[in-house]
């Protein structure tokens, strides 16, 4: 059995580049690599309605906006599905089933919840909306749906999955084996892990505004990069530097490779040497900005124009995603009849029939 695999965004604004060293990248490799049976990507419009309730143009207006990302980096509709969360309809009953197979002091325990209720500045007595507190429910609905084995995401998503993992053991434990366990698949790359902002804050987020998007034009990412948290105390040139914390060494980690000195820093072999030498005194954080940002555009510059030719198309991205929830929405059917099988609550089959008939005949 080949992998099926299920990624997903919440359409709250443009995709930036911890997107793409999280998740994006990973995409287009297990895209590229071809070792799956299906690919489907999610624009994760409900879940984005959690927190976003009183403003659904916001997540209306952005879902051309993450598509236009997705195929600007590279994902190729002749080998990947895109649909849309809230036009497939088995979501929101498997959600509904799933519900009963967890218990609010669990979600409300779950690290990402935690995490983003206060970055939201919910209040669990006051404020929190219910939809965010069962964010981890309509999650696993999402993953399970489409039988996902592989989800790609980023290290501060691990919770969600073990929250998934749980609910398909309940599940498969209560009434049979039906749900496919999921798994995570994280970056290799440590700095992928958890991009942080560019302020050096722990996470890169829309609502921060401490993002480099995908589609920043080459002159605000300088800005961006010219303005971002390095070493407090490396005042001087000839003050040693400190690595752990810098920003700017950090999205090096994510982004640089030995190719890139020879081309715009060849006066070093690799990060290792930029490093020690930072860390000995007489190295500017001007100097390495600047590497920085030859590095992103190298990387930027081909996602931009792409992402400029796509969006003089939008009805050829709107096919896309008709294409892509017609065959979700057949994924997703299927997988719940056969929920409903393994309940015993699908009512019109010959099975329930004849228990009925047996039943009463009797």
Do not use: W
């Not at 297990?30 to 690919?39: C, F, P, R, T, V």
């Not at 489409?146 to 053991?169: S, T, Y």
């Not at 030995?258 to 070093?268: A, M, S």
């Amino acid at each position: 059995m080949k992998n099926i695999i299920l990624t997903a965004d919440r359409p709250t604004g443009k995709l930036h580049v911890g997107h793409y060293v999280g998740s994006l990248r990973e995409r287009l490799r297990l895209q590229n690599e071809g070792d799956y049976d299906k690919l489907f990507v999610m624009i994760a419009d409900a879940q984005a309605l959690t927190d976003n309730a009183g403003n659904p143009v916001k997540v209306r207006n952005n879902i051309i906006e993450v598509m236009l990302d997705y195929l600007a980096v590279g994902l190729d509709p002749n080998k990947t599905i895109f649909f849309i969360q809230s036009d497939i309809k088995a979501l929101s009953e498997l959600t509904m089933y799933y519900m009963n197979l967890v218990t609010l002091p669990r979600l409300l325990r779950n690290p990402t919840v935690k995490a983003e209720t206060k970055l939201r500045g919910f209040d669990h007595e006051k404020g929190l909306p219910v939809g965010f507190a069962t964010y981890p429910i309509s999650q696993a609905a999402d993953i399970t749906a489409f039988k996902a084995n592989i989800v790609p995401v980023g290290e501060d998503q691990l919770p969600m999955i073990e929250q998934a993992r749980e609910i398909v053991k309940s599940f498969n434990n209560l009434y049979a084996e039906t749900l496919v366990l999921p798994e995570a698949l994280l970056p290799t790359n440590k700095a992928c892990l958890r991009l942080p902002g560019t302020d050096g804050k722990n996470k890169m987020s829309k609502s921060l505004g401490n993002c480099i998007y995908l589609s920043d034009e080459k002159e605000v990412v300088a800005e961006k990069i010219k303005n971002m948290y390095t070493d407090p105390t490396h005042i001087k040139i000839s003050d040693p530097g400190h690595i752990e914390g810098n920003v700017v060494f950090t999205y090096l980690d994510a982004f640089c490779k030995d190719e890139h000195f020879k081309k715009y820093l060849n006066e070093y072999k690799n990060l290792d040497e930029l490093k020690e030498h930072y860390k000995l005194g007489g190295l500017g954080d001007m100097k390495i900005k600047k590497f920085l940002n030859q590095v992103l555009e190298e990387i930027l510059f081909p996602i931009r124009e792409k992402r400029k030719e796509y969006a003089k198309n939008i009805p050829y991205i709107l096919d896309i995603l008709r294409k892509g929830n017609k065959i979700a929405n057949e994924a997703a059917d299927k997988t719940l009849k056969e929920v409903k099988n393994a309940m015993g609550i699908s009512y019109f089959d010959d099975q329930f029939l004849n228990e009925q008939k047996e039943k009463y005949e009797n």
